[in-house]
């Protein structure tokens, strides 16, 4: 055990770290999912939700499984085992998950690169066109193509190695994405549109649209509601239960202060989050008005906001082209840290080299992106799903994953450190070189008690039970 520890891979320090967990944690359901949450539930009353559990519930979590991570020295796949060898089998669902998920990323992050790509030639235009969208991915080669092109981005990332891969590249694509988001945010407070009907509307008025917390017919079904939607958005945003920040934290060095690095982790994804909330609400609202707000999932990024790019001339496509290169940053550095999940994983359990997992791995994720996009054509279907929602074969991967899978994994690995092995186990490991954990008290109520019971609710929720 001593000769793995001395030579695993490691980040360099604590920037390194936070920088590519913050990365994975950064994705796609920041963009877009994040915004149009906040929009449908309350504006204000949302964020003060959401911060509230990210500092609870979210908190919890992720000081758990990265602390797992660096205590057992273990990818996903086996980091369970070692802490108790009868747990083993939570260790396969934490590994099915990300390998789960990672082709159809790709896919998405495929289609993120064709929208780039098409502003980037000046063809921005063409994007507002009548299906563009849907004549792309139902089309036999380009969505494989695009995929492969970001897959292959992906892995050569991860084939690099922590420290000249994943650590260098988040320390040039974070910094990069925070600077575009940001500037995009501010941009969309001064747009301003007067449609057909002589009505004008601005960004500053989706902002407080945004921002406000809205109480209007609120009930306290309702306000549950919220509370469930907040709930479900923190622990796919924050990548809990996905393995990534069980394989982060296993090369994350022994003298690095746990809990500091995970609350800027937690700052950094929030504050992003936010950022793009204030990018798109007020963008989409002025050109849109509040009917637009209602746009939700791809349909957003991919038809509601190249329409808004296309009403701005020529300096909307310079828009566009900058929010594409973002949304590619944020699919980038969280698909990255999924690959990394599970090569970390078949390289602590069959001791395979870094260059055999990631060559492994990346083909047999390859194959199944191919089924992926093979399901928007050759193999097209629309299956109904339990928690009432419809889709293909990307939907059915990803309905199964972060409905069903993630949720159990959260449940028992709070059983497990809460319960079996005891909250002392994960906080020996944050206290390690005598720092003080100054939410213990909350951090053993919250493993204990409210995340299970939490995560129980969101696993009804996605079967359609309640």
Same mark, same amino acid.
């Given at each position: ?228 939607? *907040?709930?479900?958005?923190? /622990?796919? !945003? @924050?990548? $809990?239960?996905?393995? #990534?920040?069980? +394989?982060?934290?296993?090369? =994350? ?50 038809? *509601?906001?190249?329409?808004? /790019?296309? !009403? @701005?001339? $020529?300096?909307?496509? #310079?828009?566009? +082209?900058?929010?594409?290169? =973002? ?140």
């Amino acid at each position: 055990m001593e000769n793995e520890i001395k030579e695993r891979n490691s980040f360099t320090g604590s920037l390194g770290f936070v920088l590519a967990a913050a990365g994975s944690a950064v994705g796609l359901g920041n963009i877009w999912r994040f915004p149009y949450c906040a929009a449908k539930d309350g504006g204000g009353l949302f964020l003060f939700i959401y911060i509230l559990f990210a500092l609870t519930f979210g908190f919890a979590l992720l000081i758990t499984e990265v602390a797992l991570g660096r205590k057992t020295q273990q990818g996903p796949l086996t980091a369970y085992k070692v802490l108790n060898p009868k747990w083993k089998w939570l260790g396969i669902f934490s590994f099915a998950v990300p390998f789960i998920i990672y082709p159809y990323y790709c896919v998405i992050g495929g289609w993120v690169i064709k929208y780039m790509c098409t502003y980037i030639i000046g063809k921005g235009s063409i994007a507002v066109q009548n299906d563009f969208f849907n004549t792309f991915i139902s089309g036999n080669w380009q969505p494989l193509i695009f995929t492969f092109i970001f897959a292959g981005a992906c892995f050569y990332i991860v084939f690099k190695g922590i420290e000249d891969g994943i650590e260098k590249y988040s320390k040039i694509l974070m910094p990069v994405l925070t600077v575009i988001v940001v500037f995009i945010s501010f941009y969309a407070l001064f747009l301003k549109f007067t449609d057909s009907d002589g009505v004008t509307r601005t960004g500053l008025e989706g902002a407080r649209i945004y921002l406000i917390p809205n109480f209007k017919g609120l009930t306290f079904r309702a306000f549950l509601h919220i509370c469930l939607d *907040a709930i479900g958005q923190l /622990f796919y !945003s @924050l990548s $809990i239960a996905m393995g #990534i920040m069980i +394989a982060y934290g296993s090369y =994350m060095k022994k003298d690095v202060n746990l809990e500091k690095s995970v609350n800027q982790i937690i700052a950094c994804d929030t504050g992003i989050a936010i950022f793009a909330g204030l990018m798109i609400i007020p963008t989409v609202y002025v050109f849109s008005g509040t009917e637009g707000l209602n746009t939700a999932g791809t349909s957003l990024i991919f038809v *509601a906001l190249p329409k808004i /790019f296309a !009403s @701005l001339g $020529i300096f909307g496509f #310079i828009l566009g +082209a900058l929010f594409f290169i =973002m949304v590619l940053f944020a699919a980038l550095t969280s698909a990255v840290s999924i690959m990394e999940a599970i090569t970390t994983s078949v390289i602590d359990k069959f001791g395979w080299s870094r260059k055999k997992s990631v060559v492994i791995l990346g083909i047999a994720t390859f194959i199944i992106s191919i089924v992926v996009c093979l399901g928007f054509n050759v193999w097209k279907f629309d299956l109904k799903l339990p928690n009432g929602s419809s889709g293909q074969i990307l939907d059915v991967l990803d309905y199964v994953s972060m409905n069903v899978l993630m949720p159990i994994i959260g449940i028992f690995t709070c059983i497990l450190t809460g319960w079996v092995c005891k909250p002392e186990s994960m906080i020996e490991e944050i206290t390690l070189n005598g720092e003080k954990f100054r939410r213990r008290k909350l951090y053993i109520i919250m493993i204990k008690f409210v995340a299970p019971a939490l995560l129980f609710v969101i696993l009804l929720t996605g079967l359609g039970i309640i």
